[in-house]
């Protein structure tokens, strides 16, 4: 199917703009607009160098990893190596891959670190999370004042005059992009700018032997195909920065006549998802330049990461959506459904409280999700943060124990529906919701064997 569409489009494939095309300030005003840069000048010197040299040192200790994800029951080595870093026990899922944040350091947890450099890496890139919050929070209020302006705006606005509009200044939002606007209040706010982890990435695209070819717009060699990022509190911007390597043997492109993008500079490619009519953006990303997905860019557009020629990171600040991703929230789960098991007191033996299908349900998808969710997630892939810390060793030795006692939860209700005495219908219920979750469990058994 993909070769055949990329046959179709051929010559006739959809136009795509870059910042020496004539339209390119005007089309992002006008349907990019809440995509913010900032160039890397506008970023404190000092702020630059603590991040580069994190990135620098945890490449240096091996501790960027290829991810293998599943997509459409097939697992994939993903490019780009990553890791995850963030608050103490916060995760992030992707692809049906469950990844663990190497937690920076914070004052209330005892966090100890392989070393002394990847805790200064980790306290630096908390220092970027901070500095992109403020800078966020800025964005989406300076947002709200040029939509609330263009809301009681009488006059039209010179269009001619609108498109001599900076790469660095902010558009006012067109109307075929964003429903009228009223300004939130604190809790909002905050909620949409408090990034809980960044996902770092890592690429030298001379080490790869084979990158995908940008089908829609002829854009060339992609680092990241056309997404949108997963698991995020609705309507959080991300923020990225981004740091290509210097190399004396790259060069950039001065020729302004140069169709397309310049191959040897990395870019970040934009396109209106599901349209097949607006051209699409290929903005170049330099050395310590940041741009902002705010508000809900991520949901009504898509991006993919253009490799340029040069090694490059890339830090990208994000809200994940924590309701089901913490570690607080699964021991929360596990205590919840441990309040069916019961001991008796002269002779200790275990017993369920309540063997009702609700309950059952309830702590039979538990047991599932503490299992493939948290358990198998962390030991096929997580383990090998133990490069940078053994923080979630402790944790994991925990859900193990939870899982033991869910398993002998799982027996104690075979022996009880086993038994005649219960009302037949109420056992017939509990016996098929218990078979349903045991079925699924022995699936995914098998499945993760497999992998």
């Known amino acids: 199917q993909k070769k055949k569409l ?25 349907k990019y607009s809440k995509l913010i840069f900032r160039k890397s000048d506008t970023v404190p010197e000092e702020l630059h160098q603590m991040v580069q040299e994190s990135f620098l040192t945890l490449r240096e200790h091996n501790c960027f990893f290829q991810d293998l994800v599943r997509i459409k029951g097939k697992d994939f080595l993903t490019p780009v190596s990553r890791i995850l870093i963030g608050n103490p026990g ?16 914070t004052e209330t947890y005892d966090i100890k670190y392989c070393s002394p450099q990847i805790h200064d890496a980790c306290k630096a890139l908390m220092r970027l999370n901070d500095y992109l919050h403020i800078e966020t929070v800025k964005a989406l209020q300076g947002q709200d004042l040029f939509e609330n302006k ?22 006012s939002v ?21 990034y809980n982890l960044t996902l ?8 790869m032997l084979y990158l995908k070819q940008e089908p829609y717009f002829g854009m060339g060699n992609m680092a990241v195909s056309w997404h949108h990022d997963e698991n995020l509190v609705e309507r959080s911007t991300v ?21 397309g993008r310049d191959p040897a500079v990395w870019h970040v490619g934009l396109k209106v998802a599901w349209d097949i009519e607006t051209p699409g953006l290929a903005v170049p990303l330099h050395q310590g330049d940041i741009y902002l997905m705010l508000d809900d860019l991520n949901m009504t557009h898509q991006h993919c990461v253009l490799a340029g020629l040069s090694p490059r990171f890339s830090s990208t600040h994000r809200v994940a959506d924590s309701s089901r991703g913490t570690l607080e929230y699964i021991l929360g789960q596990c205590e919840l459904a441990l309040q069916n098991l019961q001991t008796d007191s002269d002779s200790m033996a275990l017993s369920l409280k309540s063997v009702e299908a609700a309950v059952v349900k309830q702590v039979e998808e538990i047991h599932n999700e503490v299992e ?15 490069k940078c810390t053994d923080w979630w060793l402790k944790p994991m030795a925990k859900l193990e124990e939870f899982w033991r006692k869910l398993e002998i939860m799982t027996s104690l209700v075979l022996s009880e529906v086993r038994k005649e005495q219960q009302i037949e219908e109420q056992r017939n219920e509990t016996i098929s919701c218990f078979l349903l979750l045991l079925k699924e469990r022995q699936k995914l058994r098998k499945e993760w064997t497999a992998r």
């Open 150 to 171: 263009e809301i009681k705006a009488t006059t039209v606005i010179d269009r001619k005059q609108s498109s001599a509009t900076s790469l660095t200044e902010q558009g």
């Open 174 to 194: 067109s109307k075929d992009q964003s429903s009228v606007c009223v300004p939130e209040d604190d809790r909002s706010l905050k909620n949409r700018t408090s």
């Open 239 to 259: 923020a990225v920065y981004s740091y290509s390597c210097k190399d004396s043997a790259i060069q950039e492109s001065n020729e302004q006549e140069l169709e």
């Open 6 to 30: 990329l046959e179709e489009l051929g010559e006739n494939r959809l136009p795509y703009l870059t910042p020496a095309s004539a339209d390119f300030h005007q089309l992002w005003k006008t």
């Open 90 to 105: 916060c995760t992030y899922k992707y692809l049906n891959t469950r990844l663990f944040t190497v937690p920076w350091p």
């Open 200 to 207: 770092l990435n890592y690429m030298d695209p001379l080490q």
């Open 372 to 386: 493939f969710e948290w358990l198998r997630q962390f030991w096929f892939q997580g383990k090998r943060y133990l």
